[in-house]
């Protein structure tokens, strides 16, 4: 039940982000070889590229490398090879869940702020539009969150 897609709509802001901080609990917590740890965008803009460098520099002040991740846009397959499909926001649930409707699966496909209990926020706001404020704010969120996440996993095992 370990394999876990983190999904936003570029993949090159916040689910590279989640996809970072959720390793690097896992490792803090050495629970790594238990999680297929991926991200991927719903939008195929920017596919093969690296996350955008705002975001890179923040995951840095966290000790978080992404600076290797390379976008991709999900695909038919990832319904089938991935647990847990964790949408940032729920314009990219309503567009995962359209797209699951055409396979059949048993991924579990959830807003990430549903699947933990410490939330004060619905949405990860999307912060490709703003500054480099708007990236501290979302790493702080997803940081907290994806510790969450993770007990809440474990707890589902
Ligand atoms: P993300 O942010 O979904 O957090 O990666 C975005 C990045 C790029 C675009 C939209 C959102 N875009 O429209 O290119």
Known sequence: ??????????????SPLAEGFFRHHCQQR?????FNIDSAGTGNWHVGKPPDSRAIRVAAEYQVD???????????????????????????LAELQAQAENCSTNTRIALLSAQINTVDFVDVPDPWYGD????????????????NLLDTLIDHD
């Open 1 to 14: 039940m370990n394999n876990i897609l983190f999904v936003c709509l570029g993949n090159i802001c916040r």
């Open 66 to 92: 992404i600076s290797r991740q390379k976008a991709k846009q999900v695909t038919a397959s990832d319904f089938h090879s991935f647990d847990w499909i964790i949408a940032m926001d729920r314009n990219n």
């Open 132 to 147: 480099y404020s708007d990236f501290r704010e979302v790493a702080q969120l997803l940081d907290t969150a994806c510790a």
């Open 30 to 34: 050495k629970l790594e070889k238990q």
